[in-house]
């Protein structure tokens, strides 16, 4: 057996190895590496990823979805829809072989391996396409330190995963492209159809890329006229093969060992519905109402694009894209790459229905833009590729190469800050700092990820407080969660087959209030959710009352606000030092959090104000009002002490606006109980007035003009300030 080498056509860098075999048959196999150099800057962009990675990687809980796949993986349960059969067994893997570190240090770690594969998968595909170490340095250096690959490369979630298997997807169809021998394009197929497969149990966007590189490569198998029923049925099976990873779902539903699980996929019925996204919608990004509007996700799309790869690499792009009208063995490759990226775009943003008013679903989908952002990548390779394989430029080849180690040195820098989240543990500092002023035997009744995923993960996956029962609301009211999950619950009653939030319509269910008769005799009962989500039918007989981050059940007046208030227990907040501000976002889960706590430190003071507002007599009246302007005073002075001392941002102030216009009320309220209210100094009606005056422009100077534009307050505010004698 001999080996020569050849090349193609002057106009072409392709390079194929010859095997001459004793029978005369000339066999051609594609080679991606010309040189071995070629494999060191591929070593070299994995190696200096991972290490990037891993130094920047969450050590804790991210927010988000991150805590309940985690903790899905740890028990092997069904993740949310469609399930993530293939990350929940990697991370069930790395969980259970790697004996440092906790469940989220493990699967973070599988994050930033997953993205490190994919950045090499990139820079082998780059290398084959432009045979330039300078394009495939430069564009896997811009695509893989930009802020939106970083941050989702070192968080425990499903897409650092799915962009490694969409890159392997890409590879392996331009080998396949570029290939002449039909047997090796028969083998190429093949992997291709595992690889599709692969893709498709752990992320079903992949389908947009894998629908166009199906059709690609059955046009040009029955163009080589190889695609007989035998190659199509062994094609089909080894795409088919790696679905079986999908019974991972009625299994764990089967055995019903996890404490943790989505759904009952132990019936056909219940394996579709979940598989489907049946609960979400088939066709729509989230579960609620929020209209579509494909302009809008169209703009947040290309706005990310420019925002996170620059003009110049989106131009490149463009270019790369333009060669599709050139006549090269690369043309149909690009194609494909032109094909999905339209193909992705228009189906999501046509799908997507975010709220475009919240911050927060704004950076849930940028998420989904990583997977065409990859086709972007591989256009601006080739767009790129175009430009140095130009005479005149190409002489400064090796010129160039210092500028691009500066320009992906100066990618790195300019994104380190933000995307650092080596000392974030603001999620989990949350939940553990809640947890641990709980009572024992508790029951939280949760809704929502930050406090389901949370307190979930934490109770289960690290054994904090594993006496405290968390719910979700939500779920109770799914029929498979007590046959399900209620086993693994003991010492909560269940008084029904399922949870109504609407009311009892059928005796076989139960409400909120049931729930509560059944289990608050025993166990104290709390709830982590906003008050309007509380099933109204427990405040016929039960009240909610302020506990730090969340809220506690007690039977209606059995608490006396003057008592509860002032006394709460909140040793979290005394000691919880918040996300700063100026770090986080509104599209982060920080934010989200920063939020909450400044509302939790407001609650005793609205709490008596709203108890105030329905006591009757004006004594009683006067002494809930002022016992709740003396918390809130005293609730601002902490803070102003604690931004003095550097522990929370300087920019915390803008959200003492909260404390601000509840102080004004209180002072206008108390204004409005005395009997004299002729302004003589230093008499008690002068007093509430200038207080009023006081905090009213304090909040007028610190709130938002979005808020004051829409607050009613406002009115009261302006007429106060511009009547004294009223």
């Known amino acids: 057996m001999v080996k020569t080498k050849s090349k193609y056509s002057k106009n072409s860098s392709q390079e194929i190895i010859t095997t001459r075999l004793d029978d005369g048959y000339e066999k051609k196999n594609y080679n991606p590496f010309p040189d071995s150099h070629c494999r060191h800057y591929v070593l070299f962009i994995f190696v200096t990823s991972l290490l990037v990675y891993v130094c920047t990687m969450f050590n804790s809980l991210p927010g988000g979805d991150s805590g309940e796949l985690m903790v899905t993986a740890k028990e092997f349960g069904s993740a949310h829809p469609p399930g993530y059969p293939l990350f929940t067994i990697l991370a069930k893997i790395i969980i259970t072989v790697i004996p440092y570190g906790s469940v989220a240090f493990k699967v973070n770690l599988l994050s930033c391996l997953s993205g490190s594969v994919a950045n090499s998968l990139l820079g082998i595909c780059l290398m084959d396409i432009s045979r330039n170490p300078l394009v495939t340095l430069l564009i896997c250096g811009m695509v893989g330190f930009s802020r939106i690959f970083w941050i989702w490369n070192i968080t425990g979630e499903v897409f650092s995963l799915n962009n490694a298997l969409c890159m392997a997807l890409l590879l392996y169809l ?16 093949t992997r291709l159809s595992v690889l599709s497969g692969l893709s498709l149990t752990n992320q079903h966007t992949a389908i947009l890329l894998v629908i166009p590189v199906a059709l690609l490569v059955v046009h040009d198998l029955i163009l080589e006229q190889v695609l007989n029923k035998r190659n199509f049925v062994r094609l089909t099976g080894t795409g088919l093969a790696p679905m079986l990873l999908y019974l991972q779902l009625p299994i764990a539903s089967y055995l019903r060992l996890a404490r943790v699980s989505w759904g009952d996929q132990s019936t056909l019925e219940g394996f579709l519905f979940h598989f489907l996204r049946r609960d979400y919608g088939t066709f729509k990004l989230m579960k609620n109402e929020a209209s579509v509007d494909f302009w809008w996700n169209f703009r ?100 160039l190469l210092p500028l691009v180690v500066l320009l992906v040195g100066l990618r790195i820098h300019s994104n380190y800050a933000s995307c650092n989240q080596r000392e974030n543990h603001h999620v989990e500092n949350f939940g553990r700092h809640l947890l641990s002023s709980l009572p024992n035997d508790s029951i939280l009744l949760t809704s929502g990820d930050l406090s389901t995923n949370t307190f979930r993960y934490l109770t289960l996956a690290e054994g904090v407080r594993p006496d405290v029962h968390v719910l979700d609301l939500s779920f109770m009211s799914s029929q498979w969660y007590i046959p399900i999950l209620g086993k693994h619950m003991q010492g909560v009653n269940f008084p029904g087959l399922g949870y109504n939030p609407r009311g009892r319509h059928d005796r076989r269910l139960y409400n909120l209030e049931m729930f509560l008769d059944a289990n608050l005799p025993t166990r104290p009962v709390f709830v982590c959710l906003k008050p309007r989500d509380v099933d109204a039918s427990s405040l016929k007989k039960y009240e909610t009352l302020p506990y730090s981050f969340c809220r506690k059940f007690v039977r209606q007046g059995t608490a006396d606000p003057l008592v509860y208030g002032p006394q709460m227990p909140v040793p979290d907040l005394e000691t919880y030092l918040p996300p700063r501000a100026e770090l986080f976002g509104d599209t982060t889960w920080e934010h989200v959090l920063l939020h909450e706590y400044w509302e939790a430190m407001v609650k005793p003071g609205r709490y008596m104000w709203q108890a105030a507002e329905a006591a009757k007599g004006l004594s009683r009246k006067k002494q809930l009002y002022t016992a709740a302007y003396k918390y809130l005073l005293e609730a601002k002075e902490k803070i102003s002490d604690k931004i003095d001392a550097g522990e929370i941002s300087p920019l915390s102030w803008n959200h003492t606006s909260y404390y601000s216009k509840y102080l004004g009320v209180q002072c206008r309220q108390l204004w409005a109980t005395t009997t004299d209210r002729v302004l003589k100094p230093g008499s008690e009606a002068d007093f509430y007035y200038s207080c009023q005056r006081k905090h009213f422009t304090d909040y007028i100077n610190s709130a938002d003009q979005v808020t004051k534009d829409f607050d009613k307050e406002i009115k009261n505010i302006i007429m106060l300030l511009e009547n004294p004698g009223m």
């Open 174 to 189: 331009h080998w396949f492209c570029v290939e002449t021998n039909t047997v090796q394009k028969l083998k190429l197929a």
């Open 300 to 399: 947040v799309l290309a706005e990310n694009m420019l925002t996170e790869f620059t003009l110049p690499v989106v131009l490149c792009a463009l270019l790369g894209a333009a060669t599709v009208f050139r006549s090269t063995p690369k043309t149909k490759f690009t194609s494909v790459l032109v094909v999905s990226l339209t193909l992705y775009v228009t189906f999501f943003c046509n799908l997507a229905n975010v709220a475009e008013s919240n911050g927060l679903y704004k950076g849930v989908l940028e998420r989904f833009w990583l997977q065409p952002s990859l086709y972007l990548a591989l256009l601006a390779g080739t767009g790129l590729s175009v430009l140095l394989n130009n005479e005149h430029v190409s002489r400064w080849g090796k010129c």
